[in-house]
């Protein structure tokens, strides 16, 4: 008669999560909301069979493992992708709060891909970026990580497309900022010259726009803040709005943005 095979946290949770999410669900025999939670993973995790797995963890047998997570209440639910906790909660939840936090939890089928999208962003590999992003938005296009780095990659090359597509964001809280800073600078891109009302200011307001498809940051700044200084009201506040998104697209703490933030702040 075989040995039974003993638990390994490093191999049946940590190791296993490289190549599919691992469920963990910390309890202990006196704990009666754990009793309650457990038939909705285990019932959770038959429907989800590839998608994820559970793995179950007494905390009265395995204490070390609960004090390195740092578990102070139980029933505690982790969920590891790649080797880390990627979301957690505490509590039985009900089985419908338990399948709203999956879908936001349970990384993707293309979710290495993703990742493969982003290391080619940071190396500068923009064209290896889209091909990846393109192909994983063609077979989930509901994967809005992907369209979110996508749009940000095609906002100056196809800012029709991204004005197209921008709404999708809005979906998620996670990005809903990035979704208005996208329809503010895709709308300019897109926009033909006499989409903008007649003015005094209106060749000014131009320009800037001009150095923003030339993605000539700080010129574009540069011209939004001086027309807002002059006629914030210009294009329904579109000065204001421009550099806002500019701020944002760049990131508060990019030297651009450093550089012209106080011009700003003073223009209104």
Known sequence: MAE???FDFQRDVIDRSYDLPVLVDFWAEWCAP???LAPVLEKLAERHIGGWVLVKVNTEEYPDIASRYQIRGIPAVMLFSGGEVRDSFTGALAEH??????QKAVPGPYAKEVLLAEE???EGKLSMALSVLEGVIESEPGNLKALSLLLKLKLFSAPGYVLALSPK???????MELAGT???LSRLLDA????????DLRADYLAAIECLRREDFDGALKGFIDVLRRNRGYDDD????ACIAIFRFLGEEHEVSIRHRRSFDRAF
Do not use: H, N
């Not at 709060?97 to 999956?102: A, G, K, P, T, V």
């Open 238 to 241: 579109g000065s204001r709005t």
């Open 169 to 175: 964001l809005d979906a998620e809280v996670e990005y």
């Open 4 to 6: 039974p095979v003993s």
């Open 97 to 102: 709060q338990i399948e709203e936090w999956l």
């Open 192 to 199: 033909s010259l006499s989409a903008f009302p007649e003015d």
């Open 182 to 184: 996208l329809k503010t």
């Open 34 to 36: 754990c009793r309650m």
């Open 120 to 122: 080619f962003i940071r």
